[in-house]
């Protein structure tokens, strides 16, 4: 029997309960800290504090692999949230025996002036990219001492099922009302956007592939498209015709930061969508045979979301951007 634990239950972490329930693996376990959530089939949910290594390393033992699907709940509590969990991981790992297969951003290469492609530097001068990167070097260096078999994959912003929190997630659902929407930074540079289902099956073959370990992997995405072409595809999508997309005045990022921390800690990143932000994900699809999700595939998974969160207003909120967390999805 195939055990494998994946640890964060969002949509990421959903997707690849998901994902690795569709390839024929028996134990698939769930982990949150309150393990609730809705049922998925042939996936067993689990309550656990991941701070606690000993705990972690315990309910890894015998699992072929160990995912981090973790993304702390907002952008200001990183510096605190994630040190002692990432420690907890490299420790499970290393009890455990299982691969560590970590879902993360492209926050760690900072700002670039060209697609982003596997192996650039981990040279971001802001406090969380540098985290993030801090986070592969210590995985990367336990690996290469044999501790540890670690690999990490990157995606950009998220779309696709279950997704709310996240850039365009979060404006759809107002854009399928017909209404005019806003943006951060610029609704015409292009962007890179990847599905959760991407991320989901980059990280299920990274994991149990041994030559693909030991480094990082961007997840299979689509080619990009500016802020303004997303929300029109995904009302399109749906058989409806967007609205408007304009942008949050800048000052909204200066002043704001002064009264809301989640503002003040997003003008870290909002460089992402001033300029172009292009993810390479040729590697993969070259090495490893993973293509992503067709766009109007993606477009549509977002917009039937968006409008299950229209009809059920518990759903989330999706007209503001106070509740967006790094990434783009919600992973607790």
Known sequence: ??????????????????????????????????????????????????????????????????????????????????????????????????????????????????PMVEGMPDAAPGVKGRLRGQMWAEAKQAHDEGRIRAVEVRGSDYMGVGVTNAHIPIVAAKALSGKSVRVFGSADEPHTFTDVRDMARALVTVASTPSAHGRVWHAPSNPPVTQTQAVADVCRAAGREPGAVRVWPSAMLSVGGLFMGFLKELRETVYQFQRPYVMDSSAIERELGLAPTPWDEVCRATAEHAAQAMRSPAAGSTSTHTGLRAGGAVEV
């Open 1 to 114: 029997m195939s055990k494998h634990v994946v640890v964060g239950a969002g949509p990421v972490g959903q997707a690849t309960a998901r994902e690795l329930v569709s390839q024929g693996h028996e134990e698939v376990l769930l982990v949150s800290r309150s393990g609730s959530g809705s049922e998925i089939e042939g996936v067993a949910r689990v309550a656990l504090d991941v701070t606690d290594a000993t705990a972690l390393g315990r309910l890894a033992e015998g699992a072929s692999a160990l995912y981090n699907c973790i993304n702390p709940p907002s952008y200001d509590v990183w510096t605190t949230y994630w040190p002692p969990i990432a420690a907890s991981f490299l420790a499970a790992a290393e009890r455990s025996g299982a691969v560590l297969a970590t879902a993360s951003c492209l926050y760690a290469y900072g700002p670039v002036d060209e």
